[in-house]
Every structure is written in structure tokens, then in C-alpha cells.
């Protein structure tokens, strides 16, 4: 009977083991993306990690790349010719050209932000 107690004590240690290094990775992730990478970073800058994630497989990003997208404009070009409100409902909606990503309205946000701080002055 000893032994019954010792092996259920065993299995629930490595399983409450199992949920912390879950929790603890779950966390973790959700720094990298998540609301509390957003409070350290700017919108821009978090708009940019995004972009760089997702946009660069097509669009050049960054003003020092520009002219180096294979097909879709750059960013510098999308900032100069389109508002804020523009790139918000474009990004909520579906595309026929670009992939459909779905983003969340925080991310948009980020994106949108970071475009428009690319527009010339």
C-alpha cells in the first residue's frame, strides 16, 4: 500500500512538472509577440518586427532596402501613397494579390503605425 501512495505522489509531482515548464513556455512566447513585448516596444517598432516576420517575402521593408521587393511595393511607396485609415481596412480585408494573413487588431495597429512612420516629412 506504501508503494500504491509513493508512485501516485510520483505521477502527480512529474505532471504538475509537466504543467509548469507548459505554463513557463507558453509565457515565454507570448513575450516575444505578446501585450508585454508591446509595452517595451513602440508601436513602430513593434509594427516593423511584424513586417520583417511576414511582409519581406515580397515587399522591400525598410528604407534602406528599398527597391528590393520582387513584385509588391515598398513600404517607403505604400507610406507616401496611402493613409493610416486606408492600411487599417486593407489589412482587415481579403486580398486577391497579397496572402490572406489574419492578423490581430494589435498587430494591424503595430503595422500600420510603423508604415506610416516611413512617410517623408
Not at 506504501?2 to 509537466?18: D, K, M, Q, S
Not at 532596402?65 to 507610406?79: E, H, L, M, N, S
Request: hydrophobic share 45%.
Amino acid at each position: 500500500m506504501l508503494r500504491t501512495y509513493w508512485l501516485h505522489y510520483l505521477v502527480a509531482a512529474i505532471l504538475a512538472a509537466a504543467v509548469l515548464v507548459a505554463i513557463r513556455v507558453h509565457m515565454a512566447s507570448g513575450q516575444v509577440r505578446g501585450e508585454a513585448s508591446v509595452q517595451i516596444r513602440s508601436d513602430a517598432e513593434e509594427g516593423l518586427y511584424y513586417a520583417e516576420a511576414w511582409c519581406t517575402e515580397c515587399h522591400s521593408v525598410q528604407p534602406e532596402t528599398a527597391g528590393t521587393g520582387k513584385f509588391a511595393p515598398d513600404f517607403t511607396v505604400i507610406a507616401n501613397r496611402r493613409s493610416a485609415h486606408w492600411l487599417n481596412i486593407f489589412l482587415r480585408s481579403e486580398h486577391k494579390i497579397m496572402p490572406d494573413f489574419v492578423f490581430k487588431t494589435a498587430e494591424i495597429d503595430s503595422i500600420v503605425s510603423y508604415i506610416v512612420s516611413l512617410k517623408r516629412r
